[in-house]
T-cell receptor, first 111, second 117 residues
Framework: KAGVTQTPRYLIKTRGQQVTLSCSPI?????VSWYQQTPGQGLQFLFE???????NKGNFPGRFSGRQFSNSRSEMNVSTLELGDSALYLC??????????FGPGTRLTVL | GENVEQHPSTLSVQEGDSAVIKCTYS??????FPWYKQELGKGPQLIID?????GEKKDQRIAVTLNKTAKHFSLHITETQPEDSAVYFC????????????????FGKGTHLIIQP
């Protein structure tokens, strides 16, 4: 079974721009969660989608948003990028319980 | 909210020796505790997890113990090998109690495990 895939793997943007990241979960998984990983703050939960609905949300500003499609694929969007948004953005998928499987991440650099 | 503390931040052991990483959590409602291994340039890989109705779980050279009363859980790796070198993260969550999806994981800061040949 194919794992979680994320595109693109690397991205360079400038301050003020917006960015959209994509995640395809493991086939059959309906829950997709997003995390931000930085050297200073570590791994932090952004939000989780289940059956196209946002069920849980972490403590991030409204510039961070997401959505999930009927095929369970998910996108996250960051508007008005700041230097501090430079991070590895990780997507994780889950079937129906707790176990989350992570993708390789998208490395975002904001200049 | 939940707070997870992880120690040590760096652990260096001789190949063949055992390694132990410890975590504490603050939210007594947390009931799911996974451990992830992250290698350079890759996403975290689930290596073992434990739920609050179990005190210990083992998978070959890896074991996890949970003490709900003290709110701490530990990862034990025996007979360490060079390929065990990586960053290890513990995490906690309240679990998907609603019957669907997953709750957000709260992670520890990570332990850089170095296996010395």
């Amino acid at each position: 079974k194919a794992g979680v895939t994320q595109t693109p793997r690397y991205l360079i943007k400038t301050r003020g721009q917006q960015v959209t990241l994509s995640c395809s979960p493991i086939s059959g998984h309906r829950s997709v969660s997003w995390y931000q990983q930085t050297p200073g703050q570590g791994l932090q939960f952004l939000f989780e989608y289940f059956s196209e609905t946002q069920r849980n949300k972490g403590n991030f500003p409204g510039r961070f948003s997401g959505r999930q499609f009927s095929n369970s694929r998910s996108e996250m969007n960051v508007s008005t990028l700041e230097l501090g948004d430079s991070a590895l953005y990780l997507c994780a998928s889950s079937f129906s319980e707790d176990t989350q499987y992570f993708g390789p991440g998208t490395r975002l650099t904001v200049l | 909210g939940e707070n997870v503390e992880q120690h040590p931040s760096t652990l260096s052991v001789q190949e063949g020796d055992s390694a132990v990483i410890k975590c504490t959590y603050s939210d007594s409602a947390s009931n799911y505790f996974p451990w992830y291994k992250q290698e350079l340039g890759k996403g975290p890989q689930l290596i073992i997890d434990i739920r609050s109705n179990v005190g210990e779980k083992k998978d070959q050279r890896i074991a996890v113990t949970l003490n709900k009363t003290a709110k701490h859980f530990s990862l034990h790796i025996t007979e360490t090998q060079p390929e065990d070198s990586a960053v290890y993260f513990c995490a906690a969550s309240r679990g998907g109690g609603s019957g669907g999806g997953a709750d957000g994981l709260t992670f520890g800061k990570g332990t850089h495990l170095i296996i010395q040949p």
